[in-house]
C-alpha cells in the first residue's frame, strides 16, 4: 500500500519570503506521479505541480518548485516570493499506474500554510 | 472552459436518509474520480469510473455506489446515512486514463454534506 506523509501540520512565512513544505512517501512501485494541490478556505482543490517519477529533472511552475529525491522517497515544494493569495492547506499526492491503485490519488494529511503580510 | 462543476453545493440530511451528488466533468474528460474529505484529513478515493465502467474503489462501504453516464457525468449515491458520512464529497476528471499511464486530476469545487 501506499502512503503520503507530510510532518508538518502548520507553516508560517513572511510575504515575499521563501518556504519549503515537506512530503515523503512510501511505494513499492516504480511507475508513480506526484502532486502538490492546495486547497483555500473556499476549499476547491488546486494543482500547483506534478512530478513525473521517471524524470529527474524538478519540476517548476513560476514561484512553484520541487525538490524530487526518488531514492529518499521525499517530494518538498518550494515556495518563493510568497504571496498572500498562497495562503491555503497544502496537500501532497501520489498515484501510481499499476494494479488496482491504477489512477488513484493518495494524499497527505495536508499542512496549512499561512503568508504574513 | 467550465472546470469540473458539482451540485448541490451543500446538504443537510438525517440519519438513515439517501443521498445523491452530481458531477459533470472538464468537457473532454472521459474519467471521473470521488474523494470524502473529513474535516482536516487529507482526501479519501471513493471511486474512479471511465466510460462508464468502475476502474476502481477505495475501502468504503456498500452503502456507497455510484455510476456514470453517457455524457461522462456522474452521480455518487450513499444510502442509510451514518453521522460519520458528514463530509465534503470531491469530484474530480481526468482525460482519457491512457492504457499506459493515467493523468492529473482537475478537482471541482465539492459537496458539503452534513448529517444530523
Known amino acids: 500500500a501506499q502512503t503520503v506523509t507530510q510532518s508538518q501540520p502548520e507553516m508560517s512565512v513572511q510575504e515575499a519570503e521563501t518556504v519549503t513544505l515537506s512530503c515523503t512517501y512510501d511505494?513499492?512501485?516504480?511507475?508513480?506521479?506526484l502532486f502538490w494541490y492546495k486547497q483555500p478556505p473556499s476549499r476547491q482543490m488546486i494543482l500547483v505541480i506534478r512530478q513525473e517519477a521517471y524524470k529527474q529533472q524538478n519540476a517548476t511552475e513560476n514561484r512553484f518548485s520541487v525538490n524530487f529525491q526518488k531514492a529518499a522517497k521525499s517530494f518538498s515544494l518550494k515556495i518563493s516570493d510568497s504571496q498572500l493569495g498562497d495562503t491555503a492547506m497544502y496537500f501532497c499526492?501520489?498515484?501510481?499506474?499499476?494494479?488496482?491503485?491504477?489512477?488513484?490519488?493518495?494524499f497527505g494529511q495536508g499542512t496549512i500554510l499561512t503568508v504574513h503580510p | 472552459d467550465a472546470g469540473v462543476t458539482q451540485s448541490p453545493t451543500h446538504l443537510i440530511k438525517t440519519r438513515g436518509q439517501q443521498v445523491t451528488l452530481r458531477c459533470s466533468p472538464i468537457?473532454?474528460?472521459?474519467?471521473v474520480s470521488w474523494y470524502q474529505q473529513v474535516l482536516g484529513q487529507g482526501p479519501q478515493f471513493i471511486f474512479q469510473y471511465y466510460e462508464k465502467e468502475e476502474r476502481g474503489r477505495g475501502n468504503f462501504p456498500d452503502r456507497f455506489s455510484a455510476r456514470q453516464f453517457p455524457n461522462y457525468s456522474s452521480e455518487l449515491n450513499v444510502n442509510a446515512l451514518l453521522l460519520g458520512d458528514s463530509a465534503l464529497y470531491l469530484c474530480?476528471?481526468?482525460?482519457?486514463?491512457?492504457?499506459?499511464?493515467?493523468?492529473?486530476?482537475?478537482f471541482g469545487p465539492g459537496t458539503r454534506l452534513t448529517v444530523l
Open positions: 511505494t513499492s512501485e516504480n511507475n508513480y506521479y
Open positions: 499526492a501520489f498515484m501510481t499506474f499499476g494494479g488496482t491503485s491504477y489512477g488513484k490519488l493518495t
Open positions: 468537457s473532454g474528460h472521459k474519467s
Open positions: 474530480a476528471s481526468s482525460s482519457v486514463p491512457g492504457l499506459a499511464r493515467p493523468d492529473t486530476q482537475y
